[in-house]
């Protein structure tokens, strides 16, 4: 059962990406100086997809075995679990990359914004599970 509620957390939150960059897409692209073609779509193909639901799965094992040992067993200790793991651990990771790559702080909050609400729902899905 393990493994069903960490691809279906993991695409939950790749899920929430995809609402949360498509809403932010030309703010997000103009931070993160991503190269457009002539239909205004980002280029670089599907590489990016299949990494993003690589790592959505390894987030959401990790943070699976992360809410086991520590006793994380109904939808809001989750929720909240998940939000300190985007707010506290993955968002000022993405500013130190940002920051000591001289990228704009708008980057940052897009980058951080996804981070702490897929990593929620992702914890809220675990523990519905």
């Known amino acids: 059962m ?3 509620a960490v691809l279906v957390a993991a695409f939950a939150g790749f899920a929430v990406g995809a609402v ?6 030309k703010p997000w692209m103009a931070a993160a100086e991503v190269r457009v073609g002539p239909d205004g779509r980002p280029e670089g193909g599907a590489l990016p997809y299949v990494l993003s639901a690589i790592a959505m799965v390894l987030v959401a094992g990790m943070m699976r075995h992360v809410f086991a040992l520590s ?17 506290f651990f993955i968002s000022p990771w993405i500013m130190i990359n940002n920051a ?24 809220l899905v675990l523990t519905l599970f």
């Open 20 to 25: 949360w960059y498509m809403m932010l897409a």
């Open 71 to 87: 006793a994380v067993d109904s939808w809001d200790k989750g929720l909240i679990s998940g939000l300190g793991i985007g707010l």
């Open 2 to 4: 393990g493994i069903i």
């Open 100 to 123: 000591y790559a001289g990228r704009p702080f708008r980057l940052t909050l897009i980058d951080g914004g996804y981070a702490v609400i897929g990593c929620a729902v992702i914890g």
